[in-house]
């Protein structure tokens, strides 16, 4: 009995072992299957199918994008085309406009704005124009008030009275001018021309009508010109009383001592040289009359 138990036992553990080893191979085989990948070799795509046929000719999808394409950017060109042409033609139309312009401005010939037509405001200006040319040509100041603009009626007057002052060296018309840099550049030039010229016998309150810089500038060249004149001609005449015609304050007082130094020395008499403010001319003169008087 117990050697029968024995046997039992041992076949027990024997179908447990080969129940191990069966499952174990079962494991190993099912991980190494690999399901092959089928890479599908007879697909067909469907060809691009013809939506129009016209003339024998196939037109496809692409073709029509195309043409479309193609219509549109002829379309932008003729509209750029035609833009160019008539931006041309105004451009010249323009142009011949302001040619007519300048020709009346140049000659005066109001006739000749006849030649504008649809533009009214630039043969309006264009008349203008020819008012303002012949009233310089004809030096016709009437002619300025026909000018419908104000702005070039004023210029016209002003540059008639500035024609006129410098012709006529006349500062006075000058006053007359509206635009205050040309008015000023008016009887500034006149003064200056005057001051300048050798025959000039006017007085410096003249420069009273200048603006400040051109004032002290013709204020100087009276220093320059009359002061240096009346020293000489007090001195030349022992006219102590001609130095206060003298504007300068230094030239006045030079005239003054040179006087008094003469004076002194021709008439021997030293008081006259304490007359005398120059310290240098003052100690001349006392030096001089006590060698003298001795």
């Given amino acids: 009995m117990k050697k029968n138990y024995y046997w039992l036992l041992l076949a027990i553990i024997a179908l447990g072992l080969l129940l191990i080893i069966l499952i174990y191979k079962y494991q190993s085989e099912k991980s190494d299957i690999n399901i092959p990948m089928q890479t599908p070799t007879n697909i067909v795509f469907p060809t691009e199918q013809p939506i129009v046929e016209s003339n024998n000719e196939t037109l496809t999808w692409d073709l029509l994008d195309n043409k479309v394409i193609d219509d549109n950017k002829s379309l932008s060109w003729n509209i750029i085309q035609d833009q160019v042409i008539d931006k041309n033609e105004e451009l010249k139309k323009e142009i011949i406009i302001n040619d007519v312009i300048n020709l009346a401005g140049e000659t005066g010939k109001k006739e000749s704005c006849d030649d504008i037509l649809l533009n009214q405001e630039q043969k309006i200006k264009c008349i203008d124009n020819s008012y303002a040319a012949k009233a310089s040509l004809e030096n016709n100041p009437d002619l300025c008030s026909k000018i419908t603009d104000i702005?070039?009626?004023?210029?016209?007057?002003?540059?008639?009275?500035?024609?006129?002052?410098?012709?006529?060296?006349?500062?006075?018309?000058?006053?007359?001018?509206?635009n205050t840099s040309l008015n000023e550049n008016c009887i500034s030039s006149i003064i200056f021309q005057k001051i300048e010229s050798p025959d000039f016998k006017w007085w410096i309150e003249i420069c009273n009508e200048l603006n400040k810089d051109n004032k002290i500038n013709c204020e100087s060249k009276f220093y320059t010109q009359n002061d240096a004149e009346v020293l000489q001609n007090a001195v030349n005449s022992l006219d102590i009383n001609s130095c206060s015609n003298i504007l300068n304050i230094e030239l006045k007082t030079k005239c003054q001592d040179v006087i008094n130094l003469k004076?002194?020395?021709?008439?021997?008499?030293?008081?006259?040289?304490?007359?005398?403010?120059?310290?240098?001319?003052?100690?001349?003169?006392?030096?001089?009359?006590?060698?003298?008087n001795q």
């Fill in 263 to 292: 004076i002194a020395l021709n008439l021997k008499d030293i008081n006259k040289c304490y007359l005398i403010t120059e310290w240098d001319l003052k100690t001349k003169c006392t030096t001089t009359l006590n060698i003298i």
């Fill in 151 to 178: 702005e070039w009626k004023n210029k016209c007057l002003d540059n008639y009275y500035n024609e006129n002052a410098l012709k006529l060296q006349d500062y006075k018309l000058c006053k007359k001018i509206i």
